[in-house]
């Protein structure tokens, strides 16, 4: 068999915070193969070029989210990316939107405190006894949230957001699309107290609905579409404890 | 390179032991890609402020006499206002159709025990509605011409 390698330029950010004031670009030549995705090239030039390249990845099977980045100026998961889909040079940069902690690899910490702040979790108002057996849940009940538990958690529609880069308090989608989507859960009695987060600053009344999260979402969760939707929620909810006090909001 | 993001977006609440770079805009925003079309959106709002104006505008003249009215009617034959006119006009066609195109999805998966109809039926409505109101719209107007 011939040799399929063909040489492709990365020109990838790099920072080095004891040494760098900003990032810079720097290129790397290398001979890839056809079948290789990105990821594949990004780990050659950790493995056999520079050691000191910083990046993160995982199960290299888009379900992890962890080596998201910026290709070509689009945030995509590396692992997913066809290198025979870019051009003779392919620039990665870190995810946009994200304090960058070195080269690649950014800081997520604001993002899991803003994932926890939907409380993304199973609320009840009574918990059942153990003899009670498990809560059950039908194929269509399921149907309702399905969409949005697919989410992996890979930040790129925090990367894609206009209007996570200019409102540091906005909670952004993935975020929402999770409270949303354990409202959504047949379940869940939490709702309520998801809609009251939903009412205030920096959540589902910032988005301007430009679709971006959905546009680069990798799992197809259409984080815009929860986010809209618990708009409308949060809206019908406040309308109906105007109209009907005591029904709790349910 | 892209332009500085805000300087604490998506920052913890408590920095990290670590100095970290400012977060970065995406390369493509405000005008490239698929943002374009984000920004045009965004950007008729200039569109319906200056409508507005002309709303206010037209009602302050109506309430000053014949002769001011008539002088706006005028004002609206001259070439500036016919090409405002056509602009505002693309610009509202741009925002519905985009805002058509998201509508179905931002409808949540029921209400009570009210599922919302599928999302070609709603785009076909929207569709219809619009041209409906469109259609009488101009069959009133145009009979007011002719009065």
Same mark, same amino acid.
């Given at each position: 068999m011939g040799d399929d390698r063909r040489k492709k330029t990365f020109v990838i950010s790099r920072f080095d915070p004891?040494?760098?004031?900003a990032p810079r670009a720097q290129s790397y030549e290398i001979a890839v193969e056809p079948d290789w995705k990105v990821l594949d090239a990004l780990n050659y030039i950790k493995d056999e070029v520079d050691g000191t390249l910083s990046h993160r990845w995982s199960c290299r099977m888009a379900v992890c989210g962890s080596c998201g980045m910026m290709v070509d100026g689009e945030p995509r998961l590396t692992c997913k990316e066809?290198? &025979?889909?870019?051009?003779d040079t392919v620039e990665i940069a870190p995810l946009a939107n994200f304090p960058i902690v070195r080269d690649l690899v950014i800081d997520s910490d604001g993002f899991m405190e803003k994932l926890k702040s939907v409380k993304p979790w199973i609320i009840r108002a009574k918990q059942l006894a153990a003899e009670e057996g498990p809560l059950r849940q039908s194929p269509a009940e399921l149907e309702e949230f399905k969409q949005f538990s697919m989410c992996i958690n890979c930040m790129l529609c925090y990367s894609a957001c206009p209007v996570v880069a200019n409102e540091p308090e906005f909670i952004g989608p993935a975020a929402i699309a999770l409270g949303h989507r354990y409202s959504l859960? &047949?379940?869940?009695?939490g709702a309520a107290e998801r809609n009251e987060i939903f009412r205030g600053p920096g959540t589902v009344f910032s988005c301007s609905f430009a679709n971006e999260c959905s546009e680069v979402c990798p799992k197809h969760v259409d984080p815009a579409a929860a986010v809209n939707q618990a708009k409308l929620n949060a809206v019908v909810d406040w309308a109906l404890r105007l109209i009907l006090p005591r029904r709790g909001g349910e | 390179m892209a332009r500085n993001a805000?300087?604490?977006?998506?920052?913890?609440a408590k920095p990290g032991s670590t100095r970290t770079a400012p977060p970065r805009l995406p390369d493509?925003?405000?005008?490239?890609g698929r943002y374009l079309a984000y920004t045009l959106f965004d950007w008729t709002g200039i569109l319906y402020l200056l409508l507005g104006l002309l709303v206010l505008c037209a009602v302050w003249s109506l309430g000053s006499g014949e002769s001011v009215w008539n002088a706006l009617l005028e004002r609206h034959r001259s070439a500036p206002y016919i090409g405002f006119h056509a602009i505002a006009l693309v610009g509202v066609v741009f925002v519905g159709i985009r805002f058509f195109g998201f509508f179905p999805k931002a409808q949540p998966p029921r209400i009570g025990p009210l599922k919302p109809p599928p999302g070609p039926v709603i785009l076909a409505a929207l569709y219809a509605l619009w041209i409906g109101v469109t259609v009488v719209l101009t069959i009133v107007l145009a009979g007011g011409a002719r009065g």
């Open positions: 004891d040494r760098d004031d066809a290198i &025979s889909d870019y051009g859960d &047949s379940r869940d009695e | 805000h300087p604490r977006a998506m920052a913890p493509r925003f405000p005008l490239g």
